[in-house]
């Protein structure tokens, strides 16, 4: 029997059987119907200039031609695992077979329609030199669904070096910083805590799943670009966009409750802290919908949205949606306000 080159830590052994220092990194990547984009998230992996890989793609029962463009690529680091589909509210359990099967000593996550820059392995794993390390994140470009550019997520990190757990903690719980496709995490951490984390009525994993892994270790920035993030119609952020913020609110909120009494002082954040961003969430949700329905020529549903950013959005926004109001009545979008800004319009997510 041919004995495997990965020794029980997750190094990658060279011909003598010793360890070398490079750990040999699974990447998971679910997927579900993502004909149009797979090819280029495998593509950009087999482009690492960092080789000591692995990809894991959990395919949740597509009904596209995913599985025959993954077998397209013949190399023996790529494994595809076709399961019947269990879909979001069940998300845990596709990450966590995965998890389950890995040889990896770290963990990174690439979801199939999302891509990375050829050095992303390589310039985050020395992020993990130290043992407190349990998780790493980076910059991310948010594209549209051919892969131009939209805008980028978190310009600078250097905000976040050298923070203390309760401050990141503080800044996690009022809003999820962290990109997914930026991610890489150490096994032995998540497995820890149980894998992937998906509380009741949560559509996904990252956040939960982050915000417990900050109470076991260091979360250490790099400030480089580390993943691409696509931004589509037909993606969960898309069609789910409410349901995803109101659960996000609601688990933070959950999670601050359960945090020691000491703990919660020294994050310096109270109960109204975490309403006030549930409140400002839910604005900025109701904005976003009103400016979809201009976008359609749905004049009163736009209206009624924007009545709501109102309830409890900070004054820029209400600021925002009262000029959504008017647009409504001159029944005109808010796009041309986009393009003067030189910010991203709706029709480029689309």
């Not at 979801?111 to 991310?140: M, T």
Request: glycine residues 6%; hydrophobic residues 35%.
């Amino acid at each position: 029997m041919e004995q495997s080159n990965i020794s029980p830590e997750g190094h990658i052994k060279d011909n003598r059987g010793d360890s070398k220092i490079q750990p040999l990194v699974t990447i998971i990547t679910p997927t579900y119907n993502h004909e149009d984009f797979i090819g280029e998230c495998i593509e950009s992996v087999l482009a690492q200039t960092y080789p000591h890989w692995e990809q894991i793609i959990i395919d949740d029962g597509s009904t596209d031609r995913t599985a025959e463009i993954v077998a397209q690529y013949d190399d023996e680091r790529i494994k595809y695992i076709k399961q019947d589909n269990v879909g979001i509210w069940r998300l845990s359990e596709t990450y966590n077979k995965a998890l389950e099967i890995s040889q990896g000593k770290l963990i990174a996550i690439l979801e199939g329609d999302d891509f990375w820059p050829p050095n992303k392995l390589e310039r985050q794993i020395p992020a993990f030199n130290r043992r407190e390390a349990v998780l790493s994140w980076g910059r991310c470009i948010a594209t549209n669904r051919m892969g131009k550019t939209l805008y980028t997520c978190n310009n600078n990190l250097n905000w976040f070096k050298d923070r203390t757990r309760e401050e990141l903690i503080r800044e996690l719980l009022l809003h999820n910083f962290i990109l997914a496709c930026t991610v890489m995490c150490r096994k032995d951490a998540l497995l820890s805590i149980g894998g992937f984390q998906q509380p009741p009525q949560v559509p996904y994993v990252d956040y939960p799943t982050w915000l417990q892994l900050s109470l076991i270790g260091e979360l250490r920035p790099v400030d480089e670009v580390l993943g691409f993030w696509r931004r589509h119609e037909s993606q969960i952020t898309a069609t789910m966009r409410s349901d995803m913020a109101k659960a996000g609110s609601r688990y933070a909120i959950i999670f601050f409750q359960s945090l020691p009494q000491p703990l919660r002082d020294s994050c310096g954040l109270g109960m109204k802290d975490l309403q006030d961003r549930h409140m400002h969430d839910m604005a900025a949700q109701h904005f976003y919908a009103g400016r979809m329905y201009l976008s359609d020529g749905r004049w009163v549903e736009a209206r009624n949205d924007f009545r709501q950013a109102l309830q409890g959005g900070p004054i820029f926004l209400k600021a925002k949606a009262f000029a959504g109001i008017a647009c409504s009545y001159l029944r005109q979008d808010m796009e041309w306000a986009a393009r003067l800004m030189h910010k991203p319009c709706l029709s480029e997510f689309r």
